[in-house]
């Protein structure tokens, strides 16, 4: 008559363990290589408007495309879509912008509008009103090097403001 008794435990061969770690590798490589090939969801497009000939609007709409931002532009309209959007007028400035839902009035630096789209404040969007020197599209070679300070403003949708960045 013969029993079954338990076997102690065989500690696990070399190849074994060289088995394991090969699946386990090939595992987390096929991992990384999906990741990878994932693409990054575009931005949103901002949608501009402004004076044809602007300057400074074109030097503005060149500094967010650097920073990764697709745009389309409408040589014409800045004011009527700064009514439409229901941005006041007395933030106003030379070129209105739409981007993820929110306004962009002026020369709102590219870092404050990926802030906006990143952090998603409960507002209608922000503005820097007026044309500040030293702010992009008014920092070109024309102003000397000079800079005054301005305040991006985030706006509420009833059009009260709070200062939303300060450049000194």
């Given at each position: 008559?013969?029993?079954?008794?338990?076997?102690?435990?065989?500690?696990?061969?070399?190849?074994?363990?060289?088995?394991?770690?090969?699946?386990?590798?090939?595992?987390?490589?096929?991992?990384?290589?999906?990741?990878?090939?994932?693409?990054?969801?575009?931005?949103?497009?901002?949608?501009?408007?402004?004076?044809?000939?602007?300057?400074?609007?074109?030097?503005?709409?060149?500094?967010?495309?650097?920073?990764?931002?697709?745009?389309?532009?409408?040589?014409?309209?800045?004011?009527?879509?700064?009514?439409?959007?229901?941005?006041p007028r007395r933030l106003g400035s030379c070129h209105t912008a739409q981007v993820g839902g929110y306004v962009i009035e002026g020369?709102?630096?590219?870092?404050?509008?990926?802030?906006?789209?990143?952090?998603?404040?409960?507002?209608?969007?922000?503005?820097?009103?007026?044309?500040?020197?030293?702010?992009?599209?008014?920092?070109?070679?024309?102003?000397?090097?000079?800079?005054?300070?301005?305040?991006?403003?985030?706006v509420a949708a009833d059009g009260s403001t709070r200062v939303y960045q300060p450049y000194p």
């Open positions: 008559m013969q029993r079954n008794t338990p076997r102690p435990e065989q500690p696990p061969t070399r190849r074994t363990l060289l088995h394991a770690g090969s699946a386990l590798l090939v595992g987390l490589l096929a991992g990384v290589a999906r990741a990878g090939s994932r693409e990054a969801a575009p931005l949103p497009l901002l949608e501009v408007w402004k004076d044809p000939d602007c300057g400074c609007c074109n030097d503005w709409i060149r500094h967010v495309e650097a920073s990764g931002l697709r745009t389309r532009v409408h040589d014409t309209g800045n004011l009527q879509a700064r009514d439409r959007l229901g941005m020369h709102v630096p590219a870092r404050e509008i990926h802030r906006l789209l990143r952090e998603r404040p409960k507002a209608l969007g922000l503005t820097v009103p007026g044309m500040p020197i030293g702010s992009p599209g008014m920092d070109g070679p024309e102003y000397g090097g000079r800079r005054q300070p301005y305040e991006v403003l985030l």
